[in-house]
């Protein structure tokens, strides 16, 4: 993006710092590890008020949490708007399989030996879990005439603990939340916690076989790291598993929700993650009819945006799951001392089945825009707000860097809807419906999209 299109962007960051310090009371503290000076934040700063998705439930949990959200400009000072554009097209036709070695750990450990097409298998693998915000890539089925774009882009929020705004200069803090602009690939594909990944509790899914193409989003549930877990595990280890195992498919065609199904089995099997919970919406696009088969638990979501009288109009989208405001369907992997503990309170955890997601089929067209995107998005932006979007930026026919470029554009406005206390987002107002009280401002979230676009 040109420099003159991030001048706005940084001068609202100044008017937001301006703003913070006018409604901060701050006082100077000292780690013991580190001397440094720590500024701490005893103002609300927006105007309505909410909870962090809950993977506890109890009789008393429909009552509202009336914690206010502290928001520091940090968040903006930390997005990097400029795309990497990259072409990929290469696909995995061969099934991968993982040997297991019994080998006596007290002995060192010699890699497995591996064959040229399991190499190959894990290249192409990883260079799906590895696309950074702004990629795109692009893959054509001449033997059915059809060819898709499809780009991925993500922003994770600020994650300032405590409310506590940190200076640029605080140390390790901000030099570990910073990383993630200039993650590895290994650090995509495996993050230490969540203030290492680079989509925050979010996760995003984009494959291609011969059979189709698969797209997705996960939502990590955060309030888990209220509780000190990795929040993030979950949705990041599914996304794993629905790629591999899309991928292992090759040109056979798959099911999208027994694809949701088997992944989750895995992970439930592998044991790789502890304890968490995740929402999950997920699209396979079939290489022969061109038709979406998608499959949504819980609130993340996907719309399909089509011309109509040379205006894009949403004309078919998911519905939330959710048990009441705030607190959606989800996959949760939860310790049994955990249960055990909940029933001893008499309550219980939210964990639903794979198999309790909603299915949808839709035929795609020419010139369709099909969006999957976590409640980051949906929760600040409508419809129609979309739909400007799409209709300012797009002329014609859509090429591929046109349509990283577009995703990114709304990833961007996005961002500065959630972070803005008098802007009136879908969240406010459906927290105002509820409550009958008058709410206003963006929802500061982890926002990740994914869009593909119909040749």
Not at 84 to 97: E, Q, R, Y
């Amino acid at each position: 993006m040109s420099a003159t299109a991030v001048v706005p962007l940084r001068l609202r960051i100044l008017q937001n710092r301006a703003s913070q310090l006018q409604h901060t009371l701050s006082r100077l503290r000292y780690t013991a590890k580190s001397i440094k000076p720590i500024l701490t934040s005893s103002q609300q700063v927006f105007s309505y008020h909410t909870t962090t998705k809950r993977p506890l439930f109890t009789a008393s949990s429909q009552r509202f949490n009336k914690n206010a959200i502290n928001y520091s400009p940090l968040s903006q000072q930390r997005m990097n708007f400029s795309t990497t554009f990259v072409t990929a097209d290469a696909t995995a036709n061969t099934t991968t399989t993982t040997s297991t070695n019994n080998t006596d750990t007290s002995t060192p450990l010699t890699p497995p030996k591996t064959t040229p097409e399991q190499d190959l298998a894990e290249q192409t693998f990883r260079k799906f879990r590895s696309l950074r915000s702004g990629d795109h890539l692009h893959k054509s089925f001449k033997k059915h005439n059809q060819s898709f774009s499809i780009s991925t882009a993500f922003y994770p929020k600020d994650r300032s603990k405590n409310g506590i705004m940190y200076d640029e200069e605080d140390g390790e803090f901000i030099k570990n939340y910073k990383h993630n602009l200039t993650n590895t690939a290994e650090e995509f594909i495996q993050p230490k916690s969540v203030y290492e990944s680079p989509t925050g509790e979010d996760n995003y899914v984009i494959a291609h076989t011969d059979a189709g193409v698969v797209i997705g989003v996960l939502d990590g549930v955060g309030g888990w790291a209220e509780q000190g877990f990795d929040s993030s595990a979950i949705s990041r280890e599914l996304s794993n598993n629905i790629t591999r195992l899309f991928l292992e498919k090759g040109g056979q065609k798959s099911d999208t929700k027994q694809l949701l199904i088997d992944s989750f089995r895995k992970l439930q099997k592998e044991g790789k993650v502890k304890v968490g919970s995740t929402t999950a919406c997920l699209g396979i696009v079939d290489a022969d009819t061109g038709k979406l088969h998608a499959v949504n638990l819980g609130d993340s979501w996907f719309g399909v945006f089509r011309k109509v009288h040379d205006s894009y109009k949403c004309v078919y989208q998911s519905k939330e799951q959710t048990y009441y405001f705030n607190a959606p369907y989800q996959l949760s992997i939860v310790p049994q001392k955990f249960l055990e503990l909940a029933k001893a309170r008499k309550s219980k955890y939210l964990r639903n089945e794979p198999e309790e997601a909603d299915i949808y089929e839709y035929q795609l067209e020419s010139q369709d825009i099909v969006v999957f995107a976590s409640d980051g998005l949906i929760d600040n932006l409508d419809n129609e707000a979309m739909e400007k979007i799409f209709n300012h930026a797009i002329m014609g026919p859509i090429h591929d860097d046109e349509l990283a470029e577009i995703n990114v554009d709304l990833l961007r406005k996005t961002v500065i809807s959630s972070i803005d206390p008098g802007f009136k987002s879908v969240f406010s107002k459906t927290l105002t419906e509820i409550t009958g009280q008058y709410y206003v401002g963006g929802k500061p979230d982890d926002i990740t999209t994914v869009m593909l676009y119909v040749d």
